[in-house]
């Protein structure tokens, strides 16, 4: 080992322990006690102050007050920790345990809610009412997770069916606008996806659970289709909501877009936000959706008249 390696470990040990004798040191690095000397003597050269004592429990270390200086953040640092606690309490909902460590954290650094550089809206698709019921169920889960209790869910799947489900929570994950649970179903005696808006009840039991290794399986479905559609010029500014430039082929009265998508059903519904100013050009799986979407919506306004 080279002599700035051998030091470098040295720092490395004296920050980790609050004392370590030369002996030790020696042993470790297989060298004598006098190299050893001669690096601690290197180390207070460069500025890291030594403390040496004596006796049985005797040796050499940092003064305590290197050590914080050496552990404690930069403004820059603290800010950005603030800055993450702030959108953590916007995305899950405040909480016990991050509003005190914001406020530690605002204490040390110095600085208030208006010194914030970073802001978030709503972080989901929905509705702020439907969002105070998942800030609810999501504070529950975390609960859940943080102390490995088992709980009973009362769950509508995609059905419209109501099950009764006893569940291990592992996960909880924001995907495409929506809160997903993962956790282990002891009904299907295997992990299960749980959609929180669908979740209707949740109640903590005092039973235990282990966490499992499972296959994690990916939320992403893995099929992708590409998406080609067609709009007049005028729906440029939208469409720079919804798309990236390279997305655009934009014409002298028309602009193609083409993008891929997991989810033929998802992309047709998100089509109506255009009001019908949207031509689906591929593929064809895409066009039939769209355009029952649409039937099915103006059949049931003649219903109504």
Request: hydrophobic residues 40%; glycine residues 4%.
């Amino acid at each position: 080992m080279k002599k700035i390696e051998r030091i470098l470990a040295v720092i490395v040990l004296l920050l980790e322990n609050d004392v370590i004798t030369t002996s030790e040191l020696a042993e470790k690095f297989d060298v004598s006690k006098r190299t050893v000397f001669r690096d601690i003597q290197t180390i207070e050269n460069a500025g890291f102050p030594i403390s040496s004592s004596y006796g049985r429990n005797g040796g050499i270390s940092l003064i305590d007050s290197f050590k914080l200086r050496s552990l404690s953040f930069t403004e820059v640092e603290k800010k950005l920790i603030l800055d993450c606690l702030v959108i953590n309490e916007k995305i899950i909902g405040e909480t016990i345990e991050p509003s005190v460590l914001k406020e530690k954290v605002q204490l040390l650094a110095n600085v208030s809610l208006e010194d914030q550089s970073l802001s978030l809206g709503s972080p989901t698709v929905h509705r702020p009412a439907i969002e105070h019921h998942i800030y609810a169920i999501n504070k529950q889960i975390r609960q859940a997770m943080n102390q490995k209790l088992k709980a009973v869910i009362t769950y509508i799947d995609g059905q419209g069916e109501q099950t009764t489900r006893t569940v291990e929570p592992h996960e909880l994950g924001l995907f495409n606008g929506s809160w997903f649970l993962r956790a282990y179903c002891e009904k299907r005696q295997a992990f299960r996806f749980f959609k929180v808006t669908r979740i209707r009840s949740f109640f903590l039991t005092s039973e235990k659970f282990n966490l499992r290794i499972d296959d994690k399986i990916d939320l992403t479905p893995s099929k992708e289709f590409q998406i080609k559609l067609e709009f007049k010029k005028v729906m440029l500014g939208k469409l720079y909501d919804y798309y990236l430039y390279d997305e655009l082929q934009i014409f002298e009265d028309k602009i193609r877009v083409h993008f891929s998508s997991s989810s033929i059903e998802e992309t047709a519904t998100y089509l109506l936000r255009f009001h019908g100013n949207v031509v689906v050009l591929e593929p064809d799986e895409l066009k039939q959706e769209y355009t029952r979407i649409v039937q099915k919506i103006n059949n049931s306004l003649n219903d109504d008249i």
